[in-house]
């Protein structure tokens, strides 16, 4: 039985077919093989990731365990820990690290309310008063910061009654996209980029002094661990008797072994003839009751950034927050 054998006339059509069909069943093919490749390099990827987190995981309860360490060695103080980094080589050329922060050496967003669990918050003019003093001594003219402030405040408490110069609900439901204060505490200090009257140059400006602890207490600085980089800290406690200068001063002149007592900080060259309400006096301590973590971890062609928040304020210590990535 002899094969077919197309006329003479359409064997170039019978060879297109033929060359069409292949160069079909070529692109399925390639289609098919990238598919797989994609996949396996997913699962991989994954599997590096979920790698990366466990590593993550291990050094935050590391660290955790080394404040605890210190907490019971230093009568509830483990400002010792500030500064600590820890490096742990992985298989493959791998590398975990974590450097301990003090985490409560900023502005405390939620300090600009007051109120107890499971009571309504309510604006705190000490707090609005500071928040707007930071933001004086960074640059920002005084009645933008007084009108950021205010709406700090109106942002966080539970009325809906503005403060003198803040911004409730009526005044966001008037922007171009409309929403409402959450009248609950901030979750992230980036969350003040919606705050009525910051623009992205002030936020910038207050983003490193910045912080949204999980309650609603004045801003607990421990002034053996603040830099002078921080001093704008200090001059918001006071902004028209303490000059940024003169509180960077302070800092740069500490004792070797850092301050005996608060005491010794407001007797220090400058503060010495400064008399504050009692409250704001408090605010400068000598232990740090929160820590920040900030943990990175490269594990092959995967890398994971974490930044946690431990509350030191009583044994044991816990993380109360976490944030992955390196930035909001």
């Given amino acids: 039985m002899t094969g077919f054998t197309p006329p003479e006339g359409e064997k170039g059509a019978a060879l297109l077919t033929?060359?069409?069909?292949?160069?079909?069943?070529?692109?399925?093919?390639?289609?098919a093989l990238e598919r797989m490749r994609l996949a396996t390099t997913v699962?991989?990827?994954?599997?590096?990731?979920?790698?990366?987190?466990y590593h993550v995981g291990a050094l935050e309860s590391l660290a955790?365990?080394?404040?605890?360490?210190?907490?019971?060695?230093?009568?509830?103080?483990?400002?010792?820990?500030?500064?600590?980094?820890?490096?742990v080589p992985l298989p493959g050329g791998g590398?975990?690290?974590?450097?301990?922060?003090?985490g409560g050496n900023c502005f405390n967003l939620n300090s600009v309310a007051t109120g107890g669990e499971g009571q309504p918050l309510a604006s705190n003019p000490i707090g609005i008063a500071e928040l707007a003093g930071l933001l004086r001594v960074l640059g920002v003219p005084q009645g933008d910061a007084a009108r950021i402030a205010d709406a700090a405040g109106d942002w966080v408490d539970a009325d809906t009654y503005p403060n003198s110069t803040g911004a409730e609900d009526s005044y966001?439901?008037?922007?171009?996209?409309?929403?409402?204060?959450?009248?609950?505490?901030?979750?992230?200090?980036?969350?003040?980029?919606?705050?009525?009257?910051?623009?992205?140059?002030?936020?910038?400006?207050?983003?490193?002094?910045?912080?949204?602890?999980?309650?609603?207490?004045?801003?607990?600085?421990?002034?053996?661990?603040?830099?002078?980089?921080?001093?704008?800290?200090?001059?918001?406690?006071?902004?028209?008797?303490?000059p940024l200068e003169t509180a960077r001063r302070v800092l740069m002149a500490r004792p070797a072994g850092g301050w005996g007592s608060a005491a010794d900080f407001w007797n220090a060259p400058g503060l010495k003839s400064i008399m504050l309400p009692l409250d704001v006096q408090s605010q400068p301590q000598l232990k740090t009751e929160w820590f920040a973590l900030d943990i990175r971890v490269t594990a092959g062609e995967a890398g994971l950034v974490e930044t946690a928040l431990v509350d030191a304020r009583k044994a044991p210590a816990r993380v109360a927050m976490r944030r992955w990535g390196s930035d909001e």
């Fill in 64 to 87: 955790v365990l080394a404040i605890d360490d210190l907490l019971a060695a230093g009568n509830g103080d483990a400002s010792a820990a500030v500064g600590t980094v820890r490096q």
């Fill in 18 to 31: 033929v060359l069409l069909l292949v160069a079909v069943m070529g692109a399925l093919a390639m289609a």
């Fill in 95 to 102: 590398l975990a690290e974590a450097k301990v922060r003090d």
């Fill in 43 to 53: 699962a991989q990827n994954g599997a590096l990731v979920d790698q990366a987190r």
């Fill in 172 to 242: 966001y439901q008037q922007a171009d996209v409309q929403y409402r204060t959450p009248n609950a505490p901030f979750a992230d200090a980036s969350e003040l980029r919606a705050v009525a009257g910051v623009t992205p140059d002030i936020y910038e400006r207050a983003k490193p002094f910045l912080c949204a602890l999980p309650d609603t207490k004045l801003s607990a600085l421990n002034i053996n661990t603040l830099t002078p980089d921080q001093a704008p800290l200090i001059a918001m406690l006071a902004p028209e008797r303490i």
